[in-house]
T-cell receptor
Framework: AQKITQTQPGMFVQEKEAVTLDCTYDTSDPSYGLFWYKQPSSGEMIFLIYQGSYDQQNATEGRYSLNFQKARKSANLVISASQLGDSAMYFCAMRPYNAGNMLTFGGGTRLMVKP | DAGVIQSPRHEVTEMGQEVTLRCKPISGHNSLFWYRQTMMRGLELLIYFNNNVPIDDSGMPEDRFSAKMPNASFSTLKIQPSEPRDSAVYFC???????????FGQGTRLTVV
């Protein structure tokens, strides 16, 4: 079974600064994907970024990048140049490549961007 | 594509009534997930279908919950009888073949009074 841990229930960041949201995971599967989702106050779940366990380079999508450290089993999300619209809940998720590949989520981190 | 479509968006029902939540996944997606989100328990995976077949339903809370996927374009989650503790936002998500991201519907906010 896999487990995703997000140790920061809430974080503040000043507008225009960078912020790192932590995510660690535990799995016995050798191949897996890691995902980050954003949930604003309106409630929808928005996919942000994906990292494959065999990818050599860290994934980037615009202002989002994933700091993937496989040996440490961590997949931290870095948001550069924070904007007020980044205030939301952020969820880390993992999905193994095997036949029963469920998508499992961490408990989330609430990010608040200060003007 | 219109994305994952869930209905209804909001449901208020009395304790003991049957509730049916509906989901239309994105065309071509072969994996479908049902999640429940509450403040206390976060996002819980209830059941996961692959090619219309239930793969893992270990997250279904109890026998009052049941889910079906009669074809590739439709799934239902039924609660019978409903209880106040079932009040939550229920999300449906679908993904394409392979280890790809899942796309979520807008969710159904269920309130059982």
């Amino acid at each position: 079974a896999q487990k995703i841990t997000q140790t920061q229930p809430g974080m503040f960041v000043q507008e225009k600064e960078a912020v790192t949201l932590d995510c660690t995971y535990d799995t016995s599967d050798p191949s897996y994907g890691l995902f980050w989702y954003k949930q604003p106050s309106s409630g929808e779940m928005i996919f942000l970024i994906y990292q494959g366990s065999y990818d050599q380079q860290n994934a980037t999508e615009g202002r989002y990048s994933l700091n993937f450290q496989k040996a440490r089993k961590s997949a931290n999300l870095v948001i550069s140049a924070s904007q007020l619209g980044d205030s939301a809940m952020y969820f880390c998720a993992m999905r193994p490549y095997n036949a029963g590949n469920m998508l499992t989520f961490g408990g989330g981190t609430r990010l608040m961007v200060k003007p | 594509d219109a994305g994952v479509i869930q209905s209804p968006r909001h449901e208020v029902t009395e304790m003991g009534q049957e509730v049916t939540l509906r989901c239309k996944p994105i065309s071509g997606h072969n994996s479908l997930f049902w999640y429940r989100q509450t403040m206390m328990r976060g996002l819980e995976l209830l059941i996961y279908f692959n090619n219309n077949v239930p793969i893992d339903d270990s997250g279904m809370p109890e026998d009052r919950f049941s889910a079906k996927m009669p074809n590739a374009s439709f799934s239902t989650l039924k609660i019978q009888p409903s209880e106040p503790r079932d009040s939550a936002v229920y999300f449906c998500a679908s993904s394409a073949p392979g280890n790809t991201e899942a796309f979520f519907g807008q969710g159904t906010r269920l309130t059982v009074v």
